[in-house]
């Protein structure tokens, strides 16, 4: 199920890349400091290097994961467009998993990017209510709360259009998809979400 939420995702993200103008794939992402074609270079990175290639990469970035995929991103959101939305095509079924993760993580990655992208450019995510369930059961676990760094904790989640809800106290609501973007320390345009905010 979830390599199929994960194959699905590709093949749609790709379907929604194809419509974009040269504009919006130039346009800021809510990725800080990428802009929509540095976002797809991340999300097909994994599809396209292989893991010595990876690891090739990371030890001449001195082993700091986020100045490698950084650079990666920079250098690779120069690489033709129709290259990279084909990738997502040609390589939907991989079945890559993030160092220390599973499938969970993959489709967790596979979402977050592609809201950073579609949720930036006011286009609707095509996410599976399922998968966005699922999603939010992920980032608001103890390790992507470290990670991330938002605190909710003493608040009530509630997602309202799809049936999820998580905690107690006073209740934070509004759509799964810019709940995942809160709990993922993106920007959520203001009057989106209701109730109380976390500090």
């Given at each position: 199920?979830?390599?199929?939420?994960?194959?699905?995702?590709?093949?749609?993200?790709?379907?929604?890349?194809?419509?974009?103008?040269?504009?919006?794939?130039?346009?800021?992402?809510?990725?800080?400091?990428?802009?929509?074609?540095?976002?797809?270079?991340?999300?097909?990175?994994?599809?396209?290097?292989?893991?010595?290639?990876f690891m090739l990469r990371l030890a001449a970035a001195g082993g700091r994961f986020q100045k490698m995929s950084d650079g990666v991103a920079r250098r690779d959101g120069e690489l033709p467009r129709a290259e990279l939305i084909a990738t997502l095509r040609d390589r939907a079924t991989y079945p890559w998993k993030p160092p220390g993760g599973g499938l969970q993580s993959s489709l967790t990655h596979q979402v977050v990017h592609g809201l950073d992208i579609t949720a930036a450019l006011g286009i609707e995510s095509r996410v599976p209510d399922e998968a966005m369930a699922a999603v939010l059961g992920t980032v608001t676990g103890p390790q992507s709360t470290r990670y991330f760094g938002v605190d909710?904790?003493?608040?009530?989640?509630?997602?309202?259009?799809?049936?999820?809800?998580?905690?107690?106290?006073?209740?934070?609501?509004?759509p799964a998809a810019s709940l995942i973007l809160l709990l993922t320390g993106r920007r959520v345009p203001d009057g989106v979400l209701t109730g109380s905010l976390p500090r």
């Open positions: 199920m979830i390599s199929d939420w994960i194959a699905d995702g590709r093949r749609d993200l790709a379907d929604v890349l194809d419509g974009l103008s040269p504009a919006q794939w130039d346009a800021p992402s809510l990725c800080d400091g990428w802009a929509v074609r540095h976002v797809v270079a991340h999300v097909t990175m994994p599809l396209r290097y292989s893991p010595a290639r909710v904790g003493g608040l009530r989640l509630q997602a309202t259009d799809l049936d999820w809800s998580l905690g107690h106290g006073p209740p934070l609501r509004g």
